[in-house]
């Protein structure tokens, strides 16, 4: 297969080249080396299937330091897909407390909503004054 460009790597994965030299700096995939006659370094297939890994996992709610921590596992090879698992049960364990918390927020929001007037002088803005409150 032809190597890419790191544009055509970015437009194969739909990230920004600025993007994958930012994994490249946090060490997720490896900056090809430059060829010796000057020109555009070339991402093998195999960086550009780690992107699209990469660009899953995070699809899927994995930070950067837990998508290199599956990589790390996925390159290393001695681990066992329990360990994988569990990564992500606990990724799910995570996303549904964020879920509940999200809920909490929108209700708040609906009862300050309700609890709005919708007009009058924005000194007695009635969701203002609930934020402004240092109360819990």
Known sequence: ??????????KATGVGVETIRFYERRG????????????????????????????????????LAETAE????????????ATVRARAIAKRREIEIKLLRLKE??????????????SGELSDCTILGAIETHDR
């Open 70 to 81: 599956l990589l790390a596992l996925r390159d290393d090879g001695e681990a066992g897909c």
């Open 105 to 118: 927020m929108c209700s708040l929001l609906d009862d300050l909503i309700a609890g709005c007037p919708g």
């Open 28 to 63: 997720l995939i490896a900056q090809p080396k430059r060829p010796e006659g000057g020109g555009a370094r070339d991402y093998d297939a195999d960086t550009v299937a780690r992107l699209h890994f990469i660009c899953k996992a995070k699809e899927m709610g994995f930070s």
């Open 1 to 10: 297969m032809k190597p890419f460009t790191i544009g055509n790597a970015a």
